[in-house]
């Protein structure tokens, strides 16, 4: 009897260990982040191009340049800046992502570029679609994370929040002014930053730098507050098409919309621009499931 005890808790012994080297073998299966390179060495065939003062698609004097994956904010052929101000657009919408990129200023503002331009540049979120821009819109209905670079005197926090033709909630309260400062430090010289946002359609948008929170505000939606009045001639000073249109317009959410650079009168390069879609299959049988979408679409899900 006792041998026969003796046997079986050697077999559990053994059952245990292999159990355990099993465990120790078998590592869990990890889950990759599906980022995706929206910079195009090549051209800007994913891209739509659009000045003030020009139809959408003129590159006007070649500001924007794509150089060995970095894009270039120049004004080599400039003699002088008069508010040509652009934006290159990218042209797949999101809703619910996370963008990621490393910017810095070169060189010397173009000569009258305005002063508050100087080392100022931007990335714009849920943005208009630039084919509905006015021919002499100098902006899209958009929310800017606005890039600051030091001028060698002032405090200059960048990843601020600039609201053009938007407002958005801050703390639970209603900001309709045009830019607030973000907490973070001054970045002087010609050093790359490292920056990112995460997008929550309407709900939330979070700026970072160099791995620091330094700017978040939620409720995101189209207009500027005031009377109807001030709204219209805020509208018309815009230059959008059909003003009327923008006033009835007037608080719906802003949930979508497309990515896109500025140029606005100081040479500028941006590189390495990633996007992260949080918006995918969310139904754990499929294929093509994430952990970390946020946001659900099950039409894409692949079986």
Known sequence: MKYILFLLALFLIIGCKNESQKMETSSPMVETEDWVSILDSADFSHWDIKFSGYPLG???????????????????????????????????????????????????????????ALRNNGIMLHCQDPSTLGL????????????????????????????????????????????????????????????????????KVIHIVE????????????????????LLNHWKNFGVNNPESWVDREGESLAKGYIAFQAESHPTEIKNVEVLDLCGCTDKKAKNYKSYYVKSDNSKCIY
Not at 141 to 151: K, R
Request: contains cysteine.
């Open 211 to 230: 791995g620091d929170t330094v700017m978040q505000y939620t409720n995101l939606r189209i207009g500027n507050g005031g009377t109807k009045e001030e």
């Open 136 to 203: 002499d819109q100098d902006f899209p209905v958009s929310i800017e994370y606005q890039f600051l670079g030091g001028n060698g005197v002032d405090e200059r926090a960048t990843a601020n929040l600039c609201t053009p033709g938007t407002i958005v909630d801050i703390d639970g309260e209603l900001f309709v002014d045009h830019c607030i400062n973000s907490s973070s430090k001054t970045f002087a010289g010609d050093q790359w930053v490292n920056a990112e946002a995460l997008v929550y359609g309407d709900e």
């Open 58 to 116: 003129h590159n006007y004097k070649n500001t924007f340049k794509m150089e060995e994956g970095v894009l270039s904010v120049n004004y080599d052929e400039y003699e002088n800046f008069n508010e040509e101000f652009g934006h290159i657009y990218y042209k797949t919408p999101f809703s619910y992502y996370k963008v990621k990129f490393q910017y810095r200023f070169v060189g010397d503002q173009v000569t009258n570029g305005p002063a508050w």
